[in-house]
């Protein structure tokens, strides 16, 4: 009776867990955690020869959702019958020939093409019916919309997101709770969109690992005559070794070190004969074909202590726990951090300092708990935020409970001003990327910008975060030091006041003389006089500079920077009150930035369309048929090149 409870306990859990990653583009646990709970039911149901109907050891893949047309598939996709043993995978051929390929972790999609055109994309589902996706499977960076063959041909490919891409898209959403765990979620999510802009602004790329069907063609029985045929009809195909029993050891251990740089990600690989009739001979169970097997990665598996928990705040909010524990060697590297992602899972692994736990790296790069050998289930959630001090509160968002800081002025929510602050246009410090300047402000190390100057304070402490070393220290303070010397425009965009940008910053500092005593004490009906400046601008300018606290952090900042101030007579400011508009290439400038700069010098500006007011449209085209060109024609604006512009008002 325990043993059937254990059965039903064990399919409800998986199947959650499937739907979350199929359906929802979640994860409620990890793979190694899936697997093991898997392979416990497999044992499980063998032992007691009992097998639910909703078991998912019968079932494949998870339902698909209802926003998408729906459509059975001309032949079932089953899944792959798997291993983690490299003899097994030796002995499975059988003195045979094999291809050794990447089992890449993204979402499998049935193409079928007609008369040479894409006709219909659909995604694998349920393995019996899946989801038509045509309209965003055009949008597939690398996917062909128009072949050579002009006859029916399927195939099926695996839909994916590099690790790159998704660092990408992922670093552009503000709120931490909304960020994707894994290119895989990130991938089913956008390929399975309404709206096939968001796919195509995704980067997903299609590889091709199946030929179904291709009309007509004869490719004597050989799997890799197939993949010459696809990749000759313009797909990519998963990169793959011919391999036999002798080689496969050599073959396996190429993958396993290439996936440790390899951008694209995979959870394993797929051994499949190379001779097409003999492996459809061998039939097929009821979930499995015999024709491939897929191997996955034996992970590497170390003990460990638990030494603390790392509660690290976001801009956002959420407070994210971190595991330290005492440092171990796996795949060819020292780890002694993982995260623990929030605190469901916290609670789930009943973990208390001093554990005993082992550690291993999903996919041979993240690591992650494995499992908690104690359990002692004395960790603390912390009552106050580690940056700030505000008091914290757990929040549920679906089966998710994760811990949030309260207080809505914590200095871990000051990321965007201090982003600007370091940005090119700025301050313009080099190497100061969003990531570090979170870690600095989770650990306290800034406030206000002046601290950025004062970060050699937390030499040490530095030193040992992780991506830091000496070098790259003293790569950062040289870079902090080198923007010490800079000019107030910068100063004044930096500090991040409403509806002041570069331009403004430029046309405000020259219109009163680069004199900031009077910027700092202007009233807003002296300001919205300037033109360009409306009442909404100069109330918010001044309000900004009258702000007590403001004015302390700038007199802070102040001391810690030294500002050029030009001299400018007014004979050099040849073209004010003049109006410029910059398109197309360049050649005598490096970039529009540098001209527009040369023109605001001189008092001119330079707007982004042509008006009535526009003195000349800069394009070294003046035949083309722009948009813009077309508007200064139809406003007997004069098109000139950056060569005559030069000669006539900047000489």
């Known amino acids: 009776m325990q043993k059937l409870e254990r059965i039903k306990e064990l399919v409800e859990l998986l199947n959650r867990a499937s739907k979350a990653y199929y359906a929802e583009d979640t994860e409620i646990m990890s793979n190694y955690e899936y697997d093991k709970l898997y392979d416990e039911l497999t044992a499980l149901e063998a032992e007691t020869g009992m097998v639910l109907a909703n078991s998912p050891t019968v079932n494949v893949g998870y339902e698909a959702v209802l926003e998408l047309p729906k459509e059975a598939h001309e032949s079932p996709m089953l899944s792959l019958d798997k291993t983690k043993d490299r003899e097994a995978l030796a002995d499975w051929l059988n003195g045979k020939e094999g291809l050794l390929s990447w ?56 839909a994916v997101i590099s690790y790159s891409d998704f660092e990408k898209i992922n670093n552009k959403i503000e709120n ?26 995704r980067n997903v790329k299609l590889y091709a690992f199946n030929l179904v069907k291709a009309q007509g063609v004869d490719f004597g029985g050989s799997k890799e005559a197939q993949f010459t045929f696809l990749k000759e009809q313009g797909f990519d195909v998963v990169e793959y070794k011919m391999v036999t029993p002798a ?15 390899y951008d694209i990600p995979s959870d394993g690989l797929v051994l499949t004969y190379e001779d097409i009739s003999y492996g459809e001979s061998l039939g097929r169970t009821a979930k499995f074909p015999r024709h491939s097997i897929a191997f996955k990665w034996q992970d590497e598996i170390r003990e460990t202590t638990l030494v603390e928990m790392e509660w690290s705040a976001s801009r956002t909010g959420l407070i994210n726990p971190v595991a330290i524990f005492e440092p171990v060697e796996l795949e060819g590297t020292t780890v002694s951090r993982a995260s623990v992602h929030n605190v469901s899972i916290v609670k789930a692994l009943k973990l208390g300092l001093g554990d005993k736990i082992t550690v291993y790296k999903a996919n041979m790069i993240i690591p992650q708990i494995a499992e908690n050998l104690t359990g002692s289930d004395t960790l603390e959630i912390p009552a106050v935020c580690p940056v700030c001090g505000g008091k914290t509160e757990i929040r549920q968002v679906s089966d998710v409970q994760s811990l949030y800081c309260t207080n809505e002025k914590c200095d871990a929510k000051k990321i965007k001003a201090f982003s600007l602050f370091v940005s090119r246009d700025a301050m313009n410090i080099e190497g100061m990327s969003e990531s570090t300047l979170e870690k600095f402000l989770s650990a306290g190390f800034l406030h206000e910008f002046a601290d950025l100057y004062h970060l050699s304070d937390h030499k040490e402490e530095i030193e040992a975060m992780e991506g830091f070393g000496e070098k790259s220290y003293q790569n950062m303070i040289s870079a902090i030091d080198k923007s010490r010397e800079t000019t107030l425009p910068r100063v004044l965009y930096s500090l991040g006041i409403p509806n002041i ?37 100069a109330t918010a300018f001044v309000e900004y500079m009258q702000d007590e606290e403001n004015r302390r952090c700038m007199y802070n900042l102040f001391k810690e920077i030294s500002v050029e101030i030009p001299q400018v007579s007014s004979m050099e400011q040849s073209l004010a009150g003049m109006s410029f508009c910059v398109t197309g290439s360049l050649n005598h400038y490096p970039s529009r930035n540098e001209l527009k700069a040369a023109i605001e010098d001189k008092g001119g500006k330079v707007t982004g ?23 200064a024609k139809e406003l007997g604006v004069p098109i000139v090149t950056e060569e005559d512009f030069i000669e006539q008002y900047l000489s």
């Open 609 to 631: 369309s042509v008006t009535s007011k526009t003195v000349c449209l800069i394009n070294n085209d003046i035949s083309s048929n722009s948009s813009k060109n077309k508007k």
């Open 247 to 261: 080689t496969m050891a050599e073959t396996i251990s190429y993958f396993e070190e290439k996936i440790k740089t």
């Open 103 to 158: 089992k890449l972790d993204g979402l499998t999609i049935v193409l079928t093409y007609r008369d040479g055109k894409l006709e219909k994309a659909v995604t694998r589902g349920n393995g019996e019916i899946g989801e038509v996706i045509t309209g965003n499977a055009r949008t597939f960076k690398n996917l062909p919309l128009s072949i050579a063959f002009k006859g029916e041909l399927i195939l099926r490919g695996e």
């Open 176 to 201: 931490e709770a909304e960020k994707y765990k894994n290119p895989r979620n990130l991938c089913s999510g956008s390929v399975r969109q309404l709206n096939s802009q968001i796919t195509a602004e």
């Open 501 to 537: 940008g570069v331009a403004n910053a430029k046309m405000l500092c020259k219109h009163f003389d680069y004199d900031m005593s009077v910027l700092t004490d202007i009233r807003a009906e002296e300001l919205s006089q300037v033109e360009g400046i409306g009442e909404v601008i």
